[in-house]
Each structure stands twice: as structure tokens, then as C-alpha cells.
């Protein structure tokens, strides 16, 4: 399952910046990785992992601006489209399970 994590945050003021910065620095803490500008992505293993990771998101939102999250399963993943220019090419791959003996 991934956590998609999308956000439109102002940064006309330095507080905003300020803001702004704080947010995606727990975006990033919490595992999170771009996947474009301003849309994070996260690989959870269940879905109430997931739900830890988009209560953390909730617990760290800025004051002004637009946040959204959205999950989707592996399946619905793969099936993304990625055209860079004219070239398709694959979606990136989920990162390994731990298995321990």
C-alpha cells in the first residue's frame, strides 16, 4: 500500500517558509520520499501502518494551505503511466519486505 501525500502550502511570507520547510522535513523524517514537486509518497506494509504514517501527517499540518492523502494499493501503483518527453517508462519499484527467520 502507498501513502500519497499531495500539498499546496504558501510561501509568500518567511513564516510560510518556515512552515512549509517544517512540513516536508516530516514528510521526509517519517519516510516519505518526492515523487514530484510538492507529492511525497510512502510504501506501507498494511493498511494500518498506512494510517500511522496519515496520522502523523495530520498531527504535523501547517497552518495555511492545502494538504491531501490519498492510499492506493501496490496493484493500482503499478499501473501508473510515466512519460518523461515522449518515453514511457516504469513505475518505480516497491521496496523489499523485511522477512526474518
Not at 512540513?23 to 516519505?32: A, C, I, K, T
Request: hydrophobic share 40%; proline share 7%.
Amino acid at each position: 500500500m502507498w501513502v500519497i501525500t499531495m500539498f499546496d502550502l504558501p510561501t509568500d511570507t518567511k513564516q510560510a517558509k518556515r512552515d512549509y520547510t517544517l512540513f516536508r522535513r516530516h514528510l521526509l523524517s517519517d519516510g516519505f520520499t518526492r515523487l514530484q514537486y510538492s507529492v511525497y509518497i510512502r510504501h506501507c506494509p498494511s493498511r494500518e501502518n498506512a494510517q500511522v504514517h496519515i496520522d502523523r501527517v495530520q498531527a504535523h499540518l501547517p497552518p495555511d494551505g492545502e494538504v491531501r492523502v490519498i492510499t492506493i494499493t501496490d496493484k493500482q501503483f503499478e499501473r501508473m503511466f510515466i512519460f518523461w518527453g515522449k518515453m514511457r517508462k516504469p513505475p518505480e519499484a516497491a521496496p523489499e519486505q523485511l522477512s526474518l527467520f
